[in-house]
């Protein structure tokens, strides 16, 4: 679960570069342990020789996908919502249990198709879909996702299916689990799962079992949810995910606080989110939040660490539905289902899905250091795959200067000056970065990257 902050710093603390759609944004991350630097990079007898000069990175057109999400469509109004038990059991096998290489979280298998033009399903027999929280595979790298068995219990790894998150897309294709995209802005993720590749025990499924978790996926509310007056303050809702990242299908039972809460979540941002009474946990984040109708309503992903029984979900749609704002992303405006759709409709063989319009990442951290007569930027890591990387950026750079948009280089030494010049960034701007790079003990080059434009990719591979 991401700690709900007041306030967001930007001195001194790890920043992900991020851009939106009016400007780009830094957000606060806690990934300080990441942070390695050589005594050598503060000391002023510096030896330099060559510099290096990488090659543009461009910007990708969108191509959008036919996508169908798949709800209840039954008359809400009408219809007796189910026993609590029989609510429960009607949704159990849903709940994915995620491990990554830093921690844990839970999943949803929802019930969602990529469409051919004339609406058959594109993505193949054996194909489904687990939404998450974007911050539950931040970290990139290796993933397994545990599916339950028949009997709901999650320790048989023929029901366990790995990959990798991040990277190149086609170095990832023979893996059972890949990536499709993820959002920081709305902190949603969806994991594309092949049931017809190996487990993690080595085995195939067998059609009996594959058929089983097919079956097992999840429907969100229908349209007629909102207007039937059931989804309101007080109504009883549950959860089922992985809290401490060991404890696979608990199940937690309360009410929804209130509707439509703005707050603000580290490393997000204000969003607004489904209010919650019921417990949750680290490793809770990612896991579904349902109706007594058997509904998906809400991806747990926040709660207050400091008072109890106040946690958030990112709710299904919010009153105000994305179709309303016609491709204009706003955090405050739209719920999973849209965040869902736009990020299997975007992605391609070469591309990770994304929202357009959100704000994205650029993929590299930096961190303010001290030195003899100063500061200066250190970059802290760089993301395999992204943007910064395909540019040439690498972990341990010294950024010196900036040019934005063809411009003069400006220097920056501290945080704050290159914040500054990164929030004016719209999409379609390009930058450049000029630093020092050590190639050996105490020999430095001077470094320039490639063009970076500011696109509408979260985690993007550029081809070559």
Sequence with gaps: MKKILKTLTLTLVCLIVCISAAAC???????????????????????????????????????????????NNIDYATETPLEQKDAIKKVERSSVAISVADGAGSGVLIDINLLNDDETVADGENV???????????????????????????????????GVIGGNISDNSACAVTLIGGDVNSDIALLRVDLGKAAASGKVLS????????NSKVKVAGDGYIDSGKFVTGEEVFSIGNPTGMLPGTVSVGT????????????????????IDLTSNPGNSGGGLYNLYGDLIGITNAGNTNYQNINFAIPF???????????????????FKYS?????????????????????KFGFTVTEQAQVGGTYIFVASVTDGGLAAAAGLKANDIITKISV?????????????????????????KFVLQGER????????????GTITCSQFWFCFIAQ
Excluded at 41 to 66: A, P
Excluded at 130 to 157: A, M, W
Excluded at 348 to 355: F, L, W
Excluded at 409 to 427: G, H, Q, R
């Design 25 to 71: 944004t830094f957000i606060k991350t806690e990934g300080g342990g990441n942070q390695t630097t050589d005594g050598n990079n503060s000391s002023d007898n510096k030896e330099y020789n060559s510099s290096t000069t990488v090659t543009d990175v461009g910007n990708v057109d969108i191509n959008y996908r036919k996508v169908k999400f798949n709800y």
């Design 128 to 162: 489904v879909y687990v939404l998450t929280c974007h911050h539950v595979i931040s970290d990139k790298g290796s993933v397994t996702l545990q599916f339950p068995d028949e009997n709901c219990r999650y320790e048989d790894d023929d029901f366990a299916f790995t």
């Design 207 to 214: 059609d009996k079992d594959k058929a089983a978790i097919k």
């Design 256 to 275: 929804i606080s209130y509707l439509e809460r703005t707050t603000s979540v580290s490393d997000i941002g204000e969003m607004s989110l489904l209010q």
């Design 317 to 335: 749609v919010l009153s105000n539905d994305a179709e309303e704002t016609a491709g204009i992303y706003d955090t405050l405006n739209h719920g």
């Design 340 to 360: 869902a759709e736009m990020l299997l409709s975007t992605a391609s063989s070469t591309n990770y899905g994304c929202i357009p319009g959100s704000k994205q």
């Design 405 to 429: 948009n063809g411009g003069e280089y400006e220097s920056v030494s501290t945080v704050s000056e290159f914040s500054a010049i990164m929030k004016n960034l719209n999409i379609g701007d």
């Design 438 to 449: 050590q190639s050996s003990y105490n020999r430095y080059t001077t470094f320039t990257t």
